[in-house]
């Protein structure tokens, strides 16, 4: 199910999971959820100059052809263009061939998904990262910040940790979080996924920095949204 927004009560549901987490563990865990990670402009451009470039080409390979449905269009009438003036017809297609793919391109669910997956996780990384940088890393006394990041246009979401957690927590243990997430949110549970996501990454906190007797609420419990 598409998911684009998240309500009111899926805010409270994980806020209220956060604060459920915290409770158990010295860490601190950070939820961010945005709409898209990225423009992905650079992706639209390739696409554009790609289309072009085709067009181009297959005049080129063709030339009797559109010459032609020249001659077709023009009732036999037109007259004989030059070598130079049919390289500017070209040209002409292409760059209108260009402009027809950049418009179209405009819609972004379809240059999303025209975008390779690879490119969607690595960007959504990068934000999730750039988030983490701002908001979390450093940001409590023993470094046990994690940041939990949902992008939604892309179906992707991410866990970046600080380094105290990072240490003694390897990427693949949040695997089960991860999967928990994501299964509720195909099924247009953002909030529920989210916050059952929190849960399981408050276990595995709870388990490696258990919560002293001294517990500050360093960082927001709010879900953020983008």
């Known amino acids: 199910m598409k998911v684009s927004h998240v309500s009111a009560a899926d805010h409270d549901l994980v806020t209220a999971a956060v604060a459920a987490a915290e409770d158990q563990t010295s860490g601190e865990i950070v939820t961010v959820i945005a709409a898209q990670s990225n423009d992905y402009d650079d992706v639209a451009l390739v696409w554009a100059s790609v289309i072009a470039f085709l067009a181009m080409s297959v005049i080129g390979l063709f030339p009797e052809f559109y010459r032609g449905l020249y001659d077709r269009l023009t009732g036999g009438w037109g007259h004989e263009l030059t070598a130079n003036q049919w390289l500017g017809t ?58 939990l990041y949902v992008s939604l246009r892309e179906h992707r979401a991410d866990i970046v940790a600080d380094e105290a957690i990072a240490a003694k927590v390897a990427p693949e243990v949040w695997g089960d979080a991860m999967a928990a997430l994501i299964d509720l949110v195909r099924k247009g549970k953002p909030g529920e996924g989210m916050a059952e996501a929190v849960r399981q990454m408050g276990v595995v906190l709870a388990a490696h920095f258990p919560r002293g007797s001294e517990n500050p609420n360093e960082l927001p419990d709010r879900l953020i949204e983008l």
């Open 90 to 147: 070209v040209i002409a297609v292409g760059v209108l061939k260009w402009i027809g793919m950049w418009l179209i391109l405009l819609w972004r669910p379809l240059r999303i998904w025209l975008t390779p997956r690879a490119i969607l996780a690595g960007r959504v990384r990068a934000r999730a990262i750039d988030l983490f940088k701002v908001g979390t890393e450093a940001k409590t006394l023993g470094r046990t910040g994690v940041l």
